[in-house]
């Protein structure tokens, strides 16, 4: 009990800072988002982007976000457990692959053979240069053909006891829904293409960063979680034995004044 206890203020604590860093974030990569798709949808014609090119899906590449360590009730499960659907059922008929981000998810897929890299150690200090290096990995296997799709697994943070399991698409980009209002007469220099073209990689790396993000906070807020139910049952188990041996020791007592009652008694008679 005092272990979980312990165990659970200390995930209070790193969920505190993890959970200002990822609200902060989501802002800047909505508006990032944002201004990419309002400008590629003033582009006439195909902007031309190798990110975006449409192949037919034969070869698929799930980047798996968990964690290093366990005790965070299904926090992990849940993740494998939706990967291994989309495997078995989504991609079914295509040769899919994984990248490993977390001990959880390497040790959970390298039986398969299928894992093409473990980047568990980004978490030891876990910056947007050391994700913007996964990105810029992803972004290459796509371009040479490695790759049809990437697909991106994670627990979005909503709060401390709740985490969703998300599936988001990071190539090819997806193209735009709905009607966005771009009928606003901007300059654009050096061209719509040019800046379009620096912004995409810019947007899949801070895309990526965020999920990082958000599967970092879900796991200090399940950990918070699970070790306070622990706590709480160990607290109640606790004072089962307390009652229980309380019991024992008072039934020992009420036996031995039974005996010494009784020896008295013999020797008086």
Request: glycine letters at 4%; a negative charge.
């Amino acid at each position: 009990m005092q272990i979980t206890s312990a165990m659970k203020m200390v995930s209070a604590a790193k969920l505190k800072k993890a959970q200002d860093a990822i609200t902060a974030m989501r802002p800047y990569s909505d508006k990032l988002t944002e201004l990419l798709q309002s400008l590629s949808a003033t582009l006439e014609g195909d902007s031309g982007s190798k990110f975006a090119e449409q192949r037919e899906v034969k070869k698929v590449l799930l980047v798996v976000i968990t964690s290093n360590r366990g005790l965070a009730g299904a926090f992990n499960s849940n993740i494998i457990k939706e990967v291994t659907n989309l495997s078995k059922e989504t991609y079914a008929n295509q040769e899919v692959s994984y990248l490993a981000i977390g001990k959880k998810a390497n040790d959970a897929f390298k039986k398969t053979n299928n894992v093409i890299a473990n980047k568990s150690d980004i978490y030891d200090d876990l910056t947007f240069d050391k994700v913007a290096d996964i990105a810029e990995l992803l972004m290459e296997k796509f371009v040479e053909g490695a790759y049809d799709r990437i697909e991106i697994v994670y627990n979005h943070f909503k709060n401390a006891a709740t985490q969703i399991v998300k599936t988001e698409q990071f190539l090819p980009i997806q193209p735009i829904e709905g009607d966005l209002n771009v009928n606003v007469d901007y300059i654009f220099e050096p061209s719509k293409v040019e800046i379009v073209e620096e912004l995409i990689p810019k947007s899949l790396k801070t895309q990526l960063y965020k999920s990082v993000r958000d599967s970092f906070a879900s796991e200090h807020g399940a950990r918070m979680t699970a070790m306070h139910k622990a706590t709480d049952n160990a607290t109640e188990l606790r004072d089962q034995l307390k009652l229980t041996y309380n019991k024992a020791r008072q039934a020992a007592i009420t036996n031995e004044i039974l005996e010494i009652v009784g020896g008295a008694e013999a020797l008086n008679n």
